[in-house]
Structures are given as C-alpha cells and as structure tokens.
C-alpha cells in the first residue's frame, strides 16, 4: 500500500505540479483546497478539475472565514490589487495581496487532515526563486514550521513524523512548468490570476499573471489557458 | 490609546482568565472563538458571554470545518469521550479529545487577525503545569510557533513583532482560578464539560470536568457553574 500525503492544492501552476511531483514519487493523494473568501473562487473550481486529472484520492474543500478578518486585496475587495509589478519590486516589497498568515494557517490544517489520516507527509508548492514577496514562501519559514509541527502535534512529538515538502522551493518558474509537463499536468486546467476581468478571461498583469508568463515564456512554450480564452 | 491584542477565547475557565490578565496589562482586547464542529457548541455561547463581562472591543466567531477532518472524540461522535482518567494518565497519554494539530491552527488564525489589526500581540491560556497530556500545550511548543510566525508573516519577518502571550503556562489549576478571581471574573459563566448531558448539565468526568474540579478544590472554593446547576 502506497503512503498517504496531504498536498496544499489551490488550483495554480506551482500546486499542480507539486501534485503531479507526489505522484510520481509513489504517495496516495489527499488533496486539500481552501475557500477561504478568496476573490478568485475560480481556482478551487480549477483544483478540481487537476484533482480529477491527476487522480486522487480525495480531494477536500476546506472552508475558512477569512474574508471576516481582511487585511489583503484576495478578501477584501475594498482593496486594489496592485498590477504591472516589476520582477524587482515583487522581490521588495510584500504586495496588498498578501493574505495574513496565510501558509501557516494551510500548512496547519494540512497537519491537522494529514494526522487524522494518519501520516506526516505533507507538500506545499512554494517556490523562493521567482515569487511575489510573501514571506510563507521561503525556506526559513518552511523549516521552521516543520519544527513547530513536530512539537506540537500527536504524530510529530517524540517522533518527528512531520515532513513539509516543498519541491519547488529551488526552482524558477521556467524549472517549474517543464517538470509539470515532463509529468503530464495539463496547465490549461489551472488558474492563476487574482483579478479576473467580468468576462472570466485573465487581467494577464497582476502578479500572478506576471510570474505565470514569465515561466511559460522560460519554459519556450505558449500558456494553453491564455491561448484558450 | 492602549495597544490591541488577540485572545484565544474558547469560553472555558483558562482562556476566560487570560482575557481578564490581558486586560489587566491595558491591552485592549480582540477575542477570537473557534466553531469548528466541537461537539460542546455551548462552548461558543459561554464565550460570548465572557467577552461581554470583561469587556472586549471584539469578538470574532470564526467557522472552521474541523468536522470533516475528524480525527478526534470533540470533533467525530463517533468517538468515545474518555471518563474518569486520573492525573497520572493525563500525563501519560494524549487522549481521544485530542484534536489534529488544534492550537497550532486557532494560533495561526489569531495571528492573521492580528497581523489584519496592526498588531503582534497574541495571548492563549495554555498552562503545562496541570493539562490534558496535549503537546500543543507544552512551552517549546509555544516559544517554536512564536519563531515560526516571526519567519512566515509581514508583521514578523525581520521585525520579530509577532508575540505569543501564554501567561498560565506554570500556573497549576488553583492559582488559574485565584488569579481570575482576583480579577473579577465569573466563572459562572465559563464552560469545560465536554460532554455534556442531555439535560445540559456537565458530565463531571471527562478531563476537562476533572481538570476544573481539581482547581476549584485547590483554590479552596466551589465551582459556581455545578452549584447553579
């Protein structure tokens, strides 16, 4: 029998391959979206259908009210979200976008599934290499949750069963959507952009959008989701 | 104007005597209830009811569908509640109400709250002197999720603004209960049973009902919740 794994799954690119990335190394797949009051509710309609194209196990919707506490233009629509930032000024500057908290509380309720399954295996697709200044992104971080889980859980006290992965956490975006091919994830199934425009299609300029080209760009082909819109 | 903090509010004795500490110290106060699908809803009601005799500025209820992770007696009622454990077995083993990963969720949705108020500060009333056996109790437990969120969030990184109060962390139950009392709160309006009777009347033997008994005979007084009963 197959080990199980619990993989953050949003519905994104990074997510999509970090799934398709569990599966080729042999786990079972659980995996865990949230609706956490997110503008684009589109991508948990995306993680499903990746659930779905990459089999799983299970997948599961969590529903968190975060939009009842604000603090980010993905809740809030009060608030912008910023477009046409620069490679450097994401690298600079923590955007409006950013959801407080927001992998400590995912990685947590991941935890909390993965010990009711009763495993420690848990996969976060985040990458530190091009990404949007969010401090839950980098490997400092992710380290130090491991630790934390690992004393404050039933499966990780004493044991350390605990285990984040994050096997995009070194590549570039380019790196990122080649491995997902070379693994069969069909990125037009996946959706990225945070502000998409009343007629469905991509604003194609905020930061997820921004970073989405870039890596199709270094990757050498053409975005099936913005060819097919 | 006095500085905002979050308070882990779960409407039982611990948490009720933080509120009262946290407002002794001159924050201002922003309590924060889980419903997360634990079988002693009225949990909830008697936190209201305390955020209303201290005095908070806030009391947020926030929805956390714990119940479809399951893993724990509190959150599947499928699940036996242990009765009867002695202190010794508290100690020993983390029991069945055990839930997956609990505070290191309930800590990371405070800290988003925070971080959306423009705030660090954190309390949650864990004491590791007189406890359930559960890990996420412990204070390297605590001092982790502490570094652990000063690394993963806008309000920490680089800036270590993120603090985890836990002032009954080497109080016993009887000193909990003088300390609260000696803040004027009223217990009577608090609630530990976890499995209540039919007729809403506590059990009186799970840990939870035990863990108080022991307090209330320590402090030397008695419990105003089974004396109304």
Redesign the interface.
Same mark, same amino acid.
Do not use: H, Q
């Given at each position: 029998m197959s080990k199980k794994a619990v993989i953050l799954l949003s519905g994104g690119l990074d997510s999509a391959t970090t799934l398709a990335i569990a599966k080729s190394e042999g786990f079972e797949l659980y995996a865990m979206t949230f609706n956490y009051g997110q503008r684009h509710l589109r991508e948990i309609t995306a993680a499903e259908k990746i659930s779905h194209q990459i089999g799983v196990k299970e997948h599961?919707v969590?529903?968190?009210?975060?939009e009842?506490?604000?603090?980010?233009s993905l809740t809030d629509k009060e608030l912008a979200i910023p477009h046409n930032r620069s490679p450097q000024e994401m690298k600079e500057e923590?955007p409006l976008t950013?959801?407080?908290?927001?992998?400590?509380?995912f990685l947590?309720?991941a935890? =909390?599934? =993965?010990?009711?399954?009763g495993t420690g295996e848990i996969f976060i697709g985040v990458s530190a290499v091009d990404y949007s200044g969010y401090?839950?992104c980098?490997p400092?971080?992710i380290e130090?949750?491991e630790?934390?889980?690992n004393?404050?859980?039933?499966?990780?006290?004493g044991k350390g069963k605990i285990r984040i992965h994050s096997p995009l956490i070194n590549l570039s975006r380019g790196e990122i959507i080649k491995k997902g091919l070379s693994l069969g994830v069909d990125y037009s199934l996946t959706w990225s952009c945070y502000d998409p425009r009343a007629d469905g299609g991509v604003c194609g300029c905020c930061d997820s959008c921004s970073l989405r080209r870039k890596g199709f760009r270094e990757a050498g082909i053409s975005d099936p989701l913005v060819n097919s819109e």
């Open positions: 599961k969590l529903r968190l009210g975060l009842t506490i604000g603090g980010s923590i950013y959801v407080p908290a927001r992998n400590v509380i947590s309720c935890v =909390a599934w =993965a010990e009711a399954l401090p839950d980098r400092e971080f130090s949750f630790k934390t889980a004393l404050g859980t039933k499966m990780g006290v």
